[in-house]
């Protein structure tokens, strides 16, 4: 089923042809472009990255796929943005590190965390292109990129230690597999917990990750 | 392509018809049925859950799909032997909590973890096998069970806590989030990083999450 069309000129003019772009393509670019990666990220939604083809996203779009090649190039680069418009929740809140306490970064990207991923509607565009990545080696490829530049980097840039990419990769490992568990595979008593129990839970773990505080190597 | 074929009866009788089971299927139940298994690992490897059939996996052991069908009823079935095969160097080598003092119990899971998974042999299976559970709702059950069952109940044996299965699964959730970063979508220098060094830094997350000890709060 198509997304309702943008607004249409007032008056209209003949219905357009089959494969006609017609001229609201070019009067309306914005809505088009948008409506475009809207269908984009239904499609990598529902199929995943393999069975996903530019053809059916021009078809949910209701444009010709001559114009998704046009606005957003191959199949790999319109990906790339349905990963970012889905994690942009995420990004647009998410703080530097530098903004906190170093003793409160753990908790404040924790908590931040679990606002996007408790939320249905940010976790069901995100569940998707995890089981993307997991599945496809080009879709894996362009979630780390996105990861590592929108997301690993903020953590980094306010811990000043020569390790702190690994640092940062251990803590995103701890909130990566209580999503795979949580959410993707639900098991339990983890799937049922309440998200401020493991928000107290974890953003110790994470804190120690990120600044080594707070935590006795076993003997 | 066919695996070797168990020894056959000397002198052979005459080349069986298409679909008529042979009579060494009676003589050779043991050799019959692992071979079965080994062709339904191999598949479900290469083709995931979804697009697995028990036809294929008759194919490819040279069987009749009613003899796959008789040793192990339906795909979940065949699914979950499956899952059990490819763990079962994790699972034969699982110690029960108790055997280690309580405060070397982090350490020995997560060195016993990166020993499976550090091993080409036992790291392709299960990896395929993830990657069927997070993309198939029944493929994720047979898995949750599995994994509840055979492995966090060999952990919670030890602790005598109340949380013992959540403290379980937000351990098991660092090590398997760590799977995913490392091994799954590869993210550097994780996926570069030494694996005692991994361990090393691990160890004391997994510890801390089981027995609570060597965590303080963050302030």
Known sequence: MSPAAPAAPAGGGPRRGRGRPRRADVAELP?????????????????????????????????????????????????????????????????????????????????????????????????????????????????????????LSRVTGGLDLPDAELRAELAAAQLVGTVMLRYVMRFEPLAGADAEELIRRLAPVVQHHLTGHGLHPPH
Chains 1, 2 share one sequence.
Do not use: C, M
């Open 31 to 151: 809505a088009t472009r948008d409506r475009i990666l809207a269908a984009a990220r239904e499609v990598f939604a529902e199929r995943g990255y393999d069975k996903t083809s530019i053809r059916e996203i021009a078809r949910l779009a209701d444009v010709n796929p001559a114009l998704v090649h046009h606005y957003y190039g191959t199949k790999e680069r319109i990906f790339a943005a349905a990963v970012a418009a889905a994690a942009a929740p995420a990004t647009a809140g998410l703080p530097v590190a530098q903004q906190f306490p170093p003793e409160e970064t753990g908790l404040a990207f924790t908590r931040l965390f679990f606002g996007v991923w408790e939320n249905p509607a940010t976790r069901g565009p995100l569940l998707a292109l995890v089981r993307s990545a997991v599945n496809n080696e080009t879709a894996a490829g362009i979630f780390r990129g996105f990861v590592t530049s929108q997301l």
